[in-house]
């Protein structure tokens, strides 16, 4: 169930304005605070939720151009590749705005755009850059993309997924803009945009929701959910649902399914009883789910001994939806480990479900030796 909270995103704003700091709002009892954060706590958390927001507003605008972008590109998959590159752009510039020179680890690099040939190409994602920083230029977005090159091994840094769900963005569906802060190996901090995922429970999860919402964790300090990409939304604390024995089992999964074993889905489900036809869509919004108690588990099940997951496809969702409650593991039932740099070179597979389901799936796992071949 979820439970109603103080209006976070307009504290954000009054903060930038001089006004209520982030501090005393998220140390409010009303929102499951014992303490204030620390000022560096703040501050890292402020600039993520602004950067995301913002990332956010240019990630739409390049969706609703979908035809035109890839008019002018001749490219039918341009139009993520300009939102990839131009939301890394935005996070990286918003960023070092607010907090000097972060360390960042991304998932682009600027060299396809310095390319003369990818004149066109440059030109959009300037361009989009532009419908929030008016004042900046080519070299400025291409230094800010290339500026996420951290590889992973200092003590703290953030680590970002632009665009996570290519295809879902695409098809106008569902995507997710992850930043999450590593620290000493341990997730702290995670913000995801999901600018079309809907709030609501009924409204289909395959449909682009108008106003879409965006996550914040903070480690020890729950998970909340904002109604709309806006930095001035209304937040609630959201907490994943128990499981019931004698219900069905509700699942998410991946719409592509080269991304997760979905035949081994299928056994672990009828394993576990009854269940339904798992959810299906893009991105670490499936994470979201879960925290929110709209599902009971996400499975990505490995579907290669050489696969290997990166740390910006799990480190925001991660967080979210173990400070909503829910546990996250891989198929063997151990911690994601985020210390070994920009890889999960220790983990198989990832297992989120909810409270009083996740033990009963790793038994079923190993039971039915899921992953032993893999």
């Not at 969706?63 to 039918?76: E, N, P």
């Not at 682009?208 to 480690?219: E, K, N, Q, S, V």
Request: charged fraction near 20%.
């Amino acid at each position: 169930m979820r439970q109603s909270a103080k209006i976070l995103g307009g504290f954000l704003s009054r903060m930038s304005r001089g006004g209520h700091g982030i501090a005393q709002v998220l140390a409010a009892e009303s929102l499951g605070y014992t303490v204030a954060m620390q000022n560096d706590e703040q501050k890292n958390l402020h600039a993520a939720f602004r950067a995301v927001s913002e990332a956010c507003a240019v990630a739409r605008q390049v969706q609703g151009q979908l035809h035109a972008v890839r008019q002018m590109t001749k490219d039918d998959r341009s139009p993520v590749t300009v939102a990839d590159f131009a939301v890394q752009a935005m996070v990286s510039l918003s960023l070092r705005e607010a907090l000097g020179s972060p360390l960042i680890v991304g998932e682009e690099h600027a060299g396809e755009l310095r390319l003369e040939e990818q004149q066109v190409l440059r030109e959009a994602v300037v361009d989009a850059v532009r419908s929030s920083r008016r004042g900046v230029d080519a070299e400025q977005v291409m230094d800010a993309i290339d500026g996420c090159d951290h590889d992973g091994t200092a003590e703290g840094y953030w680590t970002l997924d632009p665009i996570d769900g290519t295809k879902g963005f695409l098809r106008g569906q569902q995507y997710a803009i992850a930043l999450a802060r590593i620290e000493g190996g341990r997730v702290t901090m995670g913000v995801m945009g999901c600018p079309n995922l809907p709030v609501a429970f009924e409204v289909p999860l395959d449909a682009a929701d108008a106003l879409g919402c965006i996550y914040t964790a903070r480690l020890g300090g729950g998970a909340w959910e904002q109604t709309g990409t806006a930095i001035d939304g209304a937040c609630r604390a959201v907490k994943a649902a128990p499981f019931v024995a004698d219900r069905a089992v509700r699942a998410c999964e991946s719409v592509e399914a080269a991304h997760s074993k979905q035949d081994d889905s299928v056994r672990i489900l009828q394993a576990l009883g009854k269940s339904g036809l798992p959810a299906r869509l893009d991105s670490q919004c499936k994470y979201a789910v879960v925290a929110r108690g709209q599902a009971d588990v996400y499975l990505r099940l490995p579907t290669s001994k050489s696969y290997v997951e990166k740390i910006w496809d799990h480190a925001a969702g991660m967080l979210i939806a173990q400070e909503a409650g829910a546990t996250v593991s891989d198929i063997s039932g151990a911690p994601l480990d985020f210390s070994r740099g920009r890889l999960l070179e220790s983990n198989r597979g990832v297992i989120c479900a909810a409270p009083g389901l996740h033990d009963r799936i790793i038994d079923v796992i190993e039971h039915l030796g899921i992953g032993a071949g893999v």
